[in-house]
T-cell receptor, first 112, second 115 residues
Framework: QQPVQSPQAVILREGEDAVINCSSS?????VHWYRQKHGEAPVFLMI?????EQKGHEKISASFNEKKQQSSLYLTASQLSYSGTYFC?????????????FGQGTELSVKP | DAGVIQSPRHEVTEMGQEVTLRCKPI?????LFWYRQTMMRGLELLIY????????DSGMPEDRFSAKMPNASFSTLKIQPSEPRDSAVYFC?????????????FGPGTRLTVL
């Protein structure tokens, strides 16, 4: 079942922060985050594994609450280059061969 | 290292025609995924292979769709006959199944338009 992302869209001024949430109705083994710019392919940002790990990527970090079956992506001091659509992809078991189910995406626009 | 390679990048065809999309995964990767992306349905997994073997094709919409992976460096997705509702961007992605991280690397996509 497809994870649910919120919000669907967000507009920021450069330097502002944002949080994107990803919720699943199923128990999760891992959550993957990708960013896709218009007309391009999705690009991997980070992966969070079962265990509540928090990872970071420059000023972008994420958390994974396996009890709540949700993950959050934190964008700090946003830059113009952060604009794009963010997708979470969820994996429900370690032995699924990497099969990811993606959320519907959150469109982020950073304005000067 | 070259990334995932897809061809063609753009395809325009008429309803009823056969369409073949091609993918070359990153060398050494042993898992390959085919996705379809539309505004309405988002990013959908169609089928994936591990070690050239199809593992899960539950996302393939109809019998008109078929996928093959004859060897570790090549895969095809075929639509026959094509219909206007098949218009979408089709992505191929690969990863190394046994390495930590399990990151999927996406190709540039094939934009298919069926008239």
């Amino acid at each position: 079942q497809q994870p649910v992302q919120s919000p669907q869209a967000v507009i920021l001024r450069e330097g502002e922060d944002a949080v994107i949430n990803c919720s699943s109705s199923k128990a999760l083994y891992s959550v993957h985050w990708y960013r896709q710019k218009h007309g391009e392919a999705p690009v991997f940002l980070m992966i969070l594994l079962k265990g509540g790990e928090q990872k970071g990527h420059e000023k972008i970090s994420a958390s994974f609450n396996e009890k709540k079956q949700q993950s959050s992506l934190y964008l700090t001091a946003s830059q113009l280059s952060y604009s794009g659509t963010y997708f979470c992809g969820t994996e429900t078991a370690y032995n699924q061969g990497g099969k990811l189910i993606f959320g519907q995406g959150t469109e982020l626009s950073v304005k000067p | 290292d070259a990334g995932v390679i897809q061809s063609p990048r753009h395809e325009v065809t008429e309803m009823g025609q056969e369409v073949t999309l091609r993918c070359k995964p990153i060398s050494g990767h042993n898992s390959l995924f085919w996705y379809r992306q539309t505004m309405m349905r988002g990013l959908e997994l169609l089928i994936y292979f591990n070690n050239n073997v199809p593992i899960d094709d539950s996302g393939m919409p109809e019998d008109r769709f078929s996928a093959k992976m004859p060897n570790a460096s090549f895969s095809t997705l075929k639509i026959q006959p094509s219909e206007p509702r098949d218009s979408a961007v089709y992505f191929c992605a690969s990863r190394h199944r046994d390495r930590g991280g399990n990151e999927q690397f996406f190709g540039p996509g094939t934009r298919l338009t069926v008239l």
